[in-house]
């Protein structure tokens, strides 16, 4: 009996200890340190759920606060996804500017920026943002756009302006700079991204990466590097 009752107690609504929840943040001032804590809050939130079923009171129970901040802030649950997009894809982007050494060969240059681009496009929280897209795209086809701008576009926008220093400077034959650096990049994802994305875990590793980068700036450089005889630096 008396265990009973000691079972009881522990399970009485008056005794159970109410679950953490997260503090309800009134006026202030808007920081962009709580920008930043909303956008990674709702993201989270979008990855667990998937898009279509996060409501804006779902996003307002995370991220405390009201439903008047997000809209005025954001403007709703439509426009805080494609911010949250954005934000993922500027760090795969910001990933890019390397500021590598532009006296060094164009393979060590070239190298720096497969490397770099690779490393954060295979990150974990990359994979699941993309794999994110992929499940919403086809209904959601203005969030769509908003993510190949922000991302695959934007990341070949940024190789191609290498490229096109390299081709002023006679060390890279003429083209389309922004097809050419969208080739060299998909050089790069090839295998990687697929496998990870659906998780077959004994193909891409450390060393299988660093190998297709290596390979991905030979090949590049074979068939844009100009010649010496060319007129190239």
Same mark, same amino acid.
């Given at each position: 009996? #008396? ?7 522990? =399970? ?12 309800? +943040? +009134?006026?202030? !001032? ?22 279509e079923n996060?409501?804006?009171? &779902?996003?307002? *129970? ?16 439509? *426009?805080l996804f ?8 500027? +760090? ?11 006296? #060094?060969?164009? /393979? &060590? ?5 497969? =490397?770099?681009?690779?490393?954060? %496009? @295979? ?26 701008? /922000?991302?695959? !576009?934007?990341?070949?926008?940024? %190789?191609?302006?290498? %490229? *096109? ?14 097809? @050419? ?12 991204? @697929?496998?990870?994305? %659906? ?25 844009? *590097? !100009? ?7």
């Amino acid at each position: 009996m #008396a265990s009973s009752r000691s079972a009881a107690a522990e =399970t009485s609504p008056t005794r159970r200890k109410a679950p953490a929840k997260r503090p309800v +943040r +009134r006026g202030g !001032r808007f920081t962009e340190a709580r920008r930043a804590e909303i956008i990674e809050e709702a993201a989270q939130l979008f990855i667990e759920r998937g898009y279509e079923n996060v409501t804006i009171d &779902d996003i307002v *129970e995370r991220i405390g606060g009201s439903k008047a901040t997000v809209y005025s802030r954001f403007g709703g649950k439509e *426009e805080l996804f494609a911010t949250v997009i954005k934000a993922y894809c500027a +760090r795969v982007v910001g990933a890019l500017d390397t500021h590598e050494d532009p006296t #060094a060969p164009l /393979a &060590d240059q070239l190298r720096t920026i497969g =490397t770099a681009f690779l490393d954060t %496009v @295979l990150r974990p929280e990359t994979l699941e943002q993309h794999r994110l897209m992929v499940s919403i795209g086809k209904k959601f086809p203005d969030v769509g756009n908003v993510f190949y701008d /922000a991302g695959p !576009r934007s990341a070949s926008a940024a %190789v191609s302006l290498w %490229v *096109e220093r390299q081709q002023k400077a006679g060390r890279l034959i003429a083209g389309d700079p922004y097809r @050419l650096a969208t080739l060299f990049l998909d050089m790069l994802t090839g295998e990687h991204q @697929l496998a990870r994305l %659906v998780s077959v875990n004994d193909v891409s590793n450390a060393e299988t990466v660093a190998a297709t980068v290596d390979l991905a700036v030979s090949v590049f450089l074979r068939g844009t *590097e !100009r010649a010496p005889r060319d007129g190239g630096a």
